[in-house]
């Protein structure tokens, strides 16, 4: 007789964790949620306490009959759904379905939750049970029925006073008001004209590039030099006034340090792999979900990575003990700092998941567990690895240098350059760049002091125009939503590929242009629901959202003071919109 059950989400998942577990445990997968909401109005009641109807999800009834089939010969049942919000549903969800059934009498129920798929963790989670947690249910059902009454509400508003067929979301709502506000800010940006005057110079046979910074007394900035004139009658004055040399009249040679960036937590791996491997957050994710369920090893299956759904950049600290005794091994104790670096989290809830992504052994290198993984596996595996190892690493050590040409007394050419003095973490990983930021080393300048002359070979008038915003790419548009507080880990890739879904957004060149439809809806929704696509109010929900999952606050009165409001507009709004 099979004395324990253990349910878990993912079929792949049951299999790596039954080996783990042996011959007096059964594991099966639920396939994701068991129950829902009814698909039609009325499934949550805001007249009696938003009381929720829910249905089994048909697609899953045959996993569920396996389940009781199971339970029967079961004495124990241990739920071990995902280690977050969503995962801490499906456990209570198929409790609620057995429990009404009457299948749970005389038998143990346990919560059990695997931050990482491996022996070790395994067996202390089993060890180390606990009840369903309500408050992180409740949390999940207050923001799967604001979603829901959001959703009917808004968008049979949306049917009638624009066309039939399209939709509202609470969440996604703000994010394409994003997309649209980006697209207008690019249509009305007006170009300005500018001009760079740039020195083409050699030294100890080395060719390097120098840029004005003075001009006859007068400091350089973007747009001093504005048309063509300017700029030819510059680049002829200069070239007069060097007579074919520059003079180094100022050497400023500094030492900074770099300090490597934090582990991944869902947002940054999402835009790093958007930014380095050019995967989609969905891919990302998928990829990740495969990483942390198992693969198999030579003989043996086991989890790579820990749970890829956290806003924690928190290490554990046997984990951290591994790492710094690697990095010690591998490259030099030379390379690890007095202490464990400790970072913290801007994320204002960090109770979902304890630890950042990681790989569950940093012994598993890259290069030894490659011919186990498909190539998109091996990407990302060695990403999170790299980052992993880097970010408890020493600094790197950058000498940057300044150089001052003049060319006459009244103008003067700047050469900015770095070299890498200690390479430290950058060794092992550097973070991928956003848009907004520019690579900082500059060139390599050769060895000069005050008084050298350099050769001029030639000086560059190059005329150049002011550029709108870019345009949001996945990376960006993950790191717009977190700053701004919309969505959650578990939510980046949903809201994103339900815009493409609704067709509300493409994903052109890997970047984001609204359709028309999304223009119509956005406009729609900040005329006449301002308050409900506002970043604020959206980042509000969430934090209040969280207040529930840590117990700190009761769902209901949160609901109460969501719909009222919410209700009167919307009846407002048929009646008075045309």
Known sequence: MTKSLVIVESPAKAGTIKKYLGKNFQVLASYGHVRDLLPKEGAVDPDHDFKMKYQLIEKNEKHVDAIIKALEKSDTLYLATDPDREGEAISWHLHELLREKKLLKGKTVARVVFHEITKRAITEAMQNTRKLSMELVNAQQARRALDYLVGFNLSPLLWKKIRRGLSAGRVQSPALRMIVERE??????????????????????????????????????????????????????????????????????????????????????????SRKLGFTTQRTMRIAQQLYEGVKIGDETTGLISYMRTDSVNLAQEALAEIREFIGRRYGQDMLPEEARVYKTKAKNAQEAHEAVRPTSVQRTPELVKDALSADQFKLYELIWKRTVACQMVHATLDTVSVDLSAGETNLFRAN???????????????????????????????????????????????????????????????????????????????????????????????????????????????????????????????????????EKDWLPLMQGFWGPFDKLVQHTEKNVE
Do not use: C
């Open 184 to 273: 207008l800010e690019i249509e009305a940006f007006k170009p300005q004209e500018y001009w760079t005057i740039e020195a083409d110079n050699r030294a100890h046979e080395q060719n390097f590039p120098a840029k004005l910074a003075q001009y006859q007394g007068e400091k350089i900035a973007q747009f001093s030099i504005t048309n063509t004139e300017a700029a030819n009658a510059a680049r002829t004055e200069l070239l007069q006034q060097a007579q074919g040399k520059l003079q180094v009249v100022n050497v400023e040679k500094k030492q900074r340090k770099r300090n490597p960036a934090p582990p991944f937590t869902t947002s940054t791996l999402q835009q790093e792999a």
């Open 417 to 551: 350059g770095s070299t890498i003095a200690h390479a430290g973490f950058m060794a092992v990983y550097q973070e991928g760049l956003d848009d907004s930021k520019e690579e900082e080393h500059g060139v390599l300048l050769p060895p000069m002091k005050v008084g050298d002359s350099v050769e001029l070979l030639g000086i560059r008038a190059e005329q150049h125009f002011t550029e709108p915003p870019p345009r949001y790419s996945e990376a960006s548009l993950v790191k717009a939503l977190e700053e701004h507080g919309i969505g959650r880990p578990s939510t980046y890739a949903s809201i994103i590929s339900t815009l493409q879904n609704r067709e509300y957004a493409l994903l052109e060149k890997r970047r984001f242009q609204p359709t028309d439809v999304g223009r119509i809806v956005n406009k729609f929704l900040t005329e006449y629901f301002r308050d409900y696509v506002d970043y604020d109010f959206t980042a509000r929900l969430e934090d209040e959202l969280d207040a529930v999952s840590r117990g």
